[in-house]
């Protein structure tokens, strides 16, 4: 796929900051130059490959100041709203007859069944965060894991994200040290140690963890607030206005967010990866700044024995 370096065509505008790139309508705040359609096109074309081979890598470069990042957000976020959308009518139309419909219809869906989850088969053995309609939807619609490798470096990404028109249900993963709002546990050495005996204390607890769901639900975090659009920072603060975790609340987020960002290691360290059970299977992972992947993944592999 080619692109000349010049301004778009007019019949490349649908309207005035919405252009059409790889079949694509693409949302953008700002008129964008070659390079960055360029840029963008390559997005859209390699996730398109992705979607019909089952995998696909793309190393894209462009230099500091060009908008990599928003060009970066602007294809990933455009492609996976058209694709997501355009998966689950298909998953729809592919539905086929269910037999015990013959007999009972009422309570079998009218006759018809998505084929990925036929009446007659056992209900999954998983939690309850991975529900038949939420499995659907994350089928539907890629996660896309947007990793930097400073969490100053994500904080800058989501306020690029937030110049953008999308606005889809993002958390942002980060340590007890960042997320923790128990006074209590403030200035401590080992959060994380400190954290999990909290938690394991029957007696006392830890307050601002049974008020998890707080946080989750404050107006700032809906529509018409910030509407998902928050940092580390932002989420801290919610927290320390309800005495709510946090942590356990971008966690519990991520479960059905459609875009996390999240430090190189938490999907490049196996580790850490089983450890807060994020699945990157049928993902879109964008590595910012991936120069730095070479000492992230050699300390990955690494241990120090003494």
Not at 12 to 36: A, C, R
Not at 152 to 165: D, F, G, L, N
Not at 247 to 264: T, V
């Amino acid at each position: 796929m080619k692109y000349a370096v010049q301004e778009p065509k007019s019949n490349t505008i649908i309207s005035k900051n919405v252009y059409h790139i790889g079949g694509i309508p693409v949302e953008f705040p700002y008129q964008p130059y070659g390079t960055q359609l360029a840029f963008m096109g390559r997005v859209i074309s390699t996730l398109d490959r992705a979607q019909t081979d089952g995998h696909c890598h793309a190393l894209l470069e462009s230099p500091t100041g060009t908008g990599k990042s928003l060009s970066l957000l602007c294809s990933a976020l455009a492609w996976q709203k058209y694709r997501g959308a355009k998966n689950l009518n298909a998953r729809i139309l592919r539905s086929k007859p269910d037999p015990n419909a013959l007999s009972d219809p009422l309570n079998h869906g009218g006759g018809f069944v998505p084929e990925s989850q036929p009446s007659s088969a056992p209900a999954p053995e998983r939690g309850p965060s991975t529900t038949n309609g939420k499995n659907v939807k994350k089928l539907a619609t890629p996660t896309i894991f947007y990793a930097s490798r400073t969490h100053s470096q994500i904080s800058q990404v989501i306020r690029e994200y937030r110049k953008t028109a999308f606005r889809v249900p993002m958390a942002v993963l980060a340590s007890r040290k960042h997320y923790c709002t128990n006074p209590s546990l403030q200035g401590r050495e080992n959060i994380d140690e400190e954290c999990k005996l909290l938690l394991n204390n029957r007696e006392a607890g830890c307050s601002e963890f049974k008020n998890v769901s707080k946080v989750k639900s404050h107006p700032s975090l809906q529509k018409e607030g910030c509407h998902e659009a928050h940092d580390i920072e932002d989420l801290v603060k919610v927290g320390r206005i309800v005495n709510g975790c946090s942590y356990f609340a971008a966690l519990s987020m991520a479960e059905d967010a459609q875009l996390i960002f999240c430090p190189y290691s938490y999907i490049i360290n196996p580790i850490i990866r089983r450890a807060m059970e994020i699945d990157i299977k049928g993902a879109v992972i964008i590595l910012d700044e991936a120069h730095n992947i070479e000492d992230m993944a050699r300390e990955a592999g690494s241990m120090e024995v003494r």
